[in-house]
């Protein structure tokens, strides 16, 4: 059985005392370890947020990292001063980044690596345009970012891993994938990780789904049987939506 994971993404939202107050109040919420639960707030938060969850089922996240330890990488963090700030889970290739900052496969498969072998967890995002799926390329375009973004990870990297399917035409759309799309999907993805990795790895992944989650819409979703979970944009911003979708979880 694999733990279901619903990570909030809260983006280039939040100021410091809505950050600090949602975090209260996620913390507060999840009373239980029936689900794995994380916030991702904005770098400049994750001190405050990790201080806010202290103690709860709650972990942190960033939404990004650089793949060097350190260095004359300006505007950059590296994977251990996130965990210096309390962080146990990082986001790495949210579309966001890839298609809005051009962020290249080879860059993300450099990041990758880096994060887990300094111990974070990496939620690692794929997932289609709009135009790929009329096209009928979905498979090969996350055949495609697979393998490039896990390419070569050691073992211990592997087990470090989540992978988020997050159709770009999904993300702060409203349009949500139907939950026999989504399973599809992620059966698709489970059956190339385990070319790469082996069945045992694959039966181990936890693959989370993305896009327009909402209380509403979780629970179908979320009962499929390859996914083991959701990241959260619009609906993590709120205390009782996320709450609503980590309830829809158990
Ligand atoms: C996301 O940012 O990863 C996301 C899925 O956003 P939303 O839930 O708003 O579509």
């Known amino acids: ?81 996130l965990l210096d700030a309390g962080c146990k889970y990082v986001i790495v290739g949210h579309s966001e980044r890839r298609h809005g900052l051009g962020e290249p496969d080879r860059f993300l498969n450099r990041k990758v690596k880096a994060a887990a072998a300094a111990g974070l967890k990496v939620i690692f995002c794929v997932g289609e345009l709009l135009a790929e799926r009329e096209a009928g390329e979905t498979e090969e375009v996350l055949w495609f970012q697979l393998a490039a973004g896990l390419n070569g990870l050691s073992p211990e990297a592997v087990s470090k891993l989540v992978i988020a399917y997050e159709p770009v035409w999904a993300i702060g759309t409203g349009k949500v994938a139907t939950p026999a799309q989504a399973q599809a999907v992620h059966a698709f993805i489970r059956k190339q990780f385990a070319v790469h990795y082996g069945e045992a790895a694959a039966q181990a992944l936890p693959i989370a789904y993305g896009g327009s989650v909402k209380p509403d819409n979780a629970a179908e979703i979320l009962r499929q049987p390859d996914v083991d979970g959701a990241l959260v944009g619009g609906a993590s911003l709120k205390a009782d939506s996320f709450l609503g979708i980590v309830r829809a979880a158990v």
């Not at 994971?5 to 999840?30: F, H, P, S």
């Open 1 to 81: 059985m694999r733990k279901k994971l619903i990570a909030g993404n809260w983006k280039m939202y939040t100021t410091a005392a809505t950050a600090k107050a949602l975090a209260e109040a996620v913390a507060r919420g999840v009373t239980d370890n029936a689900v794995t639960v994380a916030v991702c707030p904005p770098f400049p938060w994750l001190g405050l947020v990790a201080d806010a969850v202290k103690g709860s089922q709650v972990a942190v996240g960033a939404q990004n990292c650089h793949y060097a330890a350190e260095g004359a990488y300006t505007g950059e963090v590296s994977p251990q001063m």
